[in-house]
Each structure stands twice: as structure tokens, then as C-alpha cells.
């Protein structure tokens, strides 16, 4: 498996925002793209951070993903989204898992 941490910054008051930015990237997912799951986390202490940690069955579907001609038109809406509450661009750091353990 591999996975991606999003890193970023909410503006200010963009709570309505992030929920709108949540259903938007739940709409154009695809049933075949390799995501695994999908986990969106603000810091309890500083709730301007926010981390998405995303799991894929392969990089190579990740990256698939990337490019579905399914997804690029709302993935293009949600850009617009991401711009209006994100302070700044997010910070990407790529995963690879080594050990998972759900009880």
C-alpha cells in the first residue's frame, strides 16, 4: 500500500468551507481509483491545521487517480475551493506503508 499527508492551513472561517471541499472530493471519487480511505484531521490544538492522509492500494493507481478524465472537471471546482479556504498551497509528503494494524 501507499499513501500521501496532505498538509495545509485553513483561512479563518472557512469551517463551511472544508465540509464543502469534503463533499465535493466524495462526489467525483471513482469506485476503481485505488483508494483505499480517506482521512481528513485538524489539530485539536491549533484547528487552522489540517491533515488529509489519503491510502492507496498502489502508487501507481494514486497516480492514475491523478489523471482520470472521470474526475478532472470536479476536481477543478474543488481546486477552487481549496483556494477560497486554504491559507496557502498544502504541503504533500509521499508514504510508503510498512505496517497496519486494525484491531
Known amino acids: 500500500m501507499w499513501a500521501q499527508l496532505i498538509t495545509t492551513r485553513l483561512k479563518p472561517g472557512s469551517e ?3 465540509a464543502k471541499l469534503i463533499e465535493q472530493l ?5 469506485p476503481d481509483s485505488g483508494l483505499v480511505r480517506s482521512t481528513a484531521m485538524r489539530d485539536q490544538n491549533d484547528p487552522s491545521r489540517l491533515f ?14 491523478e489523471n482520470d478524465p472521470r474526475r ?3 476536481l477543478q471546482a474543488a481546486r ?14 509521499d508514504l510508503m506503508i510498512v505496517d497496519e494494524l486494525t484491531p
Open 16 to 18: 463551511d468551507g472544508l
Open 72 to 74: 478532472l472537471e470536479g
Open 52 to 65: 488529509m492522509l489519503v491510502v492507496f492500494a498502489s502508487e501507481e493507481q494514486a497516480r492514475a487517480r
Open 26 to 30: 466524495r462526489a467525483i471519487e471513482q
Open 80 to 93: 477552487a475551493t481549496m483556494a477560497e479556504i486554504f491559507d496557502g498551497p498544502p504541503d504533500f509528503v
